[in-house]
């Protein structure tokens, strides 16, 4: 089988491809990625195929797809603080900032339609995708940020192509992902960078608000196994499932986990809440229904793994 992965090099995409080449159905991997976030060295020891350039190149993907059996679709561009203030509330928006708004819809929506035309043309092939709805653009205190539109309107195409065209297509909403390769810092305000990284440097931990807030974090190895096993047993599911295994944990708890793999307690510091506080959790059950044999990496053993990572850098 042979497997296209657009954004390959990227933090999620250089796990799936290390995943995909482990398995024995899998005779060739091609990465499609315009290394904007992702990096040459994520795939350094890895036997792909590269296909530089952009998904909004219809003529590259033709080529990249061409002979191909399935698509997974990865490439997008991050979130950017920028785009929000302080708090992480769309209230905090700053109009007279400018906004990199046309590109992340390029990218994120014009991108996504881009794939699924090309998987069209090349016979049908079935689409994997990872959205990036956030749980921000969907909870009672939905913010829909010109971002969050965007990455609406790309599962809009993932369910009209799955209806209009017969494609088949599984859409997976990934969120709270962590693990080996995830950045820190501006381009990776996530949680687990945060904390492993001042860990690491001996700083408190910045806890906003109470720390309370659960969330179910994900690690890497976990969604790439997903994702493998959606391309192998072309999986499909009218509209988008949450890629959840229900670890819900709050951050104080987390910050706990992650002294306890240390083998020492872990100052903290509160600062202000964020508005994501509030963002209601994924549902695992969908996931599970769909791959009842999925044995997540725990939460501990993910994050050992991330700081074994995070030492040797
Ligand atoms: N990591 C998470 O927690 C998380 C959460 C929600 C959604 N997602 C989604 O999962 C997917 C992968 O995320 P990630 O964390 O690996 O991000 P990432 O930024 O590490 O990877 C994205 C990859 O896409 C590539 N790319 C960007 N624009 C491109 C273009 N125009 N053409 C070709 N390649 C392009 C980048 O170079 C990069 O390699 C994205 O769709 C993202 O929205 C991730």
């Given amino acids: ?155 809009g195409y993932l369910t009209a192509y799955q209806h209009c065209y017969g494609l088949r297509v599984l859409t997976l909403r990934l969120r709270d992902v962590f693990g080996p390769f995830q950045p820190a810092g501006p381009r990776g305000p996530a949680v687990v960078p945060a904390f492993v990284a001042a860990a690491l440097a001996g700083e408190p931990l910045v806890v906003h608000g109470d720390g309370r807030q659960r969330r179910d974090f994900t690690y890497v190895g976990t969604v790439a196994q997903v994702l493998c096993a959606a391309v192998l047993r072309r999986l499909t599911v009218p509209g988008p499932v949450d890629l959840a295994c229900g670890t819900r944990v709050s951050v104080l708890e987390l910050a706990a986990e992650l002294g306890r793999a240390l083998g020492r307690p872990l100052p903290l510091v509160h600062a202000e809440p964020q508005a994501e506080r509030t963002r209601p959790l994924p549902d695992p059950g969908p996931l599970r229904a769909l791959l009842p044999g999925l044995r997540p990496v725990p939460l501990r053993v993910g994050l050992e793994r991330t700081l074994a990572w995070s030492r040797a850098r």
Avoid: C, I, W
Avoid at 34 to 61: I, M, Q, Y
Avoid at 79 to 90: D, E, I, S
Avoid at 122 to 136: C, I, N, Q, W
């Fill in 1 to 155: 089988m042979r497997v296209v992965v657009t954004g390959g090099a990227g933090f999620v995409g250089a796990h799936l491809v290390a995943a995909l080449l482990g398995r024995p159905e899998v005779t060739e991997v091609r990465v499609v990625d315009d290394f904007s976030t992702g990096r040459k060295t994520h795939l350094a020891e890895l036997e792909v195929n590269l296909f530089e350039g952009s998904v909004l190149d219809p003529a590259l993907l033709d080529e990249a797809l061409d002979g191909a059996q399935a698509v997974v679709h990865l490439a997008a561009r991050p979130p950017r603080r920028a785009l929000r203030g302080p708090t992480g509330g769309a209230a905090a928006v700053r109009p007279d900032r400018p906004a990199d708004v046309p590109a992340d819809h390029l990218v994120n929506a014009t991108g996504t339609l881009q794939v699924l035309e090309a998987a069209r043309r090349a016979g049908h092939l079935p689409v994997v995708a990872a959205s990036a709805v956030t749980d921000a653009a969907l909870g009672p205190d939905a913010e829909r940020t010109p971002y969050a539109v965007g990455a609406l309107a790309a599962e």
